[in-house]
């Protein structure tokens, strides 16, 4: 997926707001191209999760003292002395969301929609707000919606790069890929030819063109020595997992680690870093990467589905925790990833039957490589072909290159 915004933001290892706006602007822009991970609102009702032990903890807050909290306390403050003022308005908006995907922490999405408050609900809202609320609506999985947003602010600013990007991540989560290269298309005009070949790239080798893919992006980052660090993480993240479907392993594992050495901390290179590892059947590395990550909901089920591989003793403690954080999200209706939850009943609860409910309601929303996998795996376990049969139709019309898939399918075969 590839979102982004504009104004100021905060930076990934302390929150800093920006000052040179040029600068900041093109690298909120790229802090927001590597696939977010969607999130959907369960419609299961849950009775309230009570943990065992009183030593299970649901989640770790950032601590107070921390500079970024203080940066956006006094934005907050700020901001309730003028509430008015638009532009301070979308500077907290975007810092709050910022820090949501840095701490992979949904509720920042709510403080963000509260800044905007005085012009969400306009017949007109200001372009700026719109395209924040077409984020924050997209997280939801209100696709329908973000797009309307998207295109009011593509008619009046047909420049805004943002608001492209944006429209492509849904429509590429969503599988139509077509609509999905159309909004990649006027960044070749918009902006630097890394990121217009990211984007593309990204779809493209979704769509029967992995190969061809891999080779055009590799081009294109030898030809930009010098790129935006969030631009260049992107493009080599799209290089390890393409390379990682077409079971190029070495090759994945040189871009995964280059990508480590721009950004040691993006939520989204972790998790994709873990699976390959995972797959790779590499346990103790997991652990050694996501050791301090545990406050990601995702990444604590790669650590998790890493103890499974070890036999380790911490793994029931590690079950515990993810139940509880699961039920707690539903029970405050927070957004929360169906796609990891399929994971967690099918692979740590042992739940074929749940896990292929979730998997299928998470395949209505969305339709990237691990949400056909897991629902894929799903069916199997369960026995039960016919729910993957869509899986399969699918896969097959957009011509998808995975091995992983590749193997599945022959299994349901």
Known sequence: MITSTSIHSITATGCNIFKNWNYFLKLFILSWVIPYQVFFVST????????????????????????????????????????ADLA???????????????????????????????????????????????????????????????????????????????QAAIYQVQGDYQAAYRSC???????????????????????????ESHQALRKAIEQTPVAAPQEKLWALTILAETAARLEKYSEAEQYFQMALAVDRKDNYLLGAYGDFLLDQNRPEAVQSLLQQAAQSDGLMLRLALAAQQLNAPGLDSDIETLKARFAASRLRKET??????????????????????????????????????????????????????????????????????????????
């Open 44 to 83: 299961l009702n849950a009775a309230p999760y009570i943990p065992a032990d009183d030593a299970v903890v649901l989640q770790k807050l950032p601590a107070p003292g921390n500079v970024g909290m203080r940066t956006l306390l006094q934005l907050r403050n700020t901001l309730s002395k003028s509430p």
């Open 185 to 211: 298309f006027p960044l070749f005009r918009l902006s630097s030819n890394l990121l217009a070949t990211a984007c593309t790239a990204s779809i493209s080798s979704l769509n029967g063109r992995a190969q």
């Open 88 to 166: 301070l308005a979308a500077e907290l908006a975007r810092s709050y969301l910022q820090i949501g995907k840095t701490m992979a922490d949904p509720r920042y999405e709510g403080y963000a929609q509260a800044a905007l408050q005085p012009w969400w609900h306009m017949d007109q809202p200001p372009p700026t707000v719109l395209v924040l609320r077409a984020i924050l609506r997209q997280r939801q999985h209100n696709f329908e919606n973000a797009l309307n947003d998207l295109n009011r602010v593509l008619r009046a600013q047909p420049g805004n790069i943002q608001a492209w990007l944006t």
């Open 336 to 413: 929360q990833h169906l796609r990891d939850e399929a994971r967690f009943t099918l692979h740590l609860l042992y739940d074929s039957d749940q896990a292929l409910k979730l998997a299928v309601d998470n395949w209505r929303i969305q339709r990237e490589p691990w949400d056909a996998r897991i629902l894929l795996e799903a069916a199997l376990q369960q026995n039960d072909p016919a729910a993957a049969q869509p899986v399969i139709d699918w896969l097959r019309s957009v011509n998808l290159e995975d091995s992983q898939l590749a193997r599945l399918l022959g299994e349901l075969s």
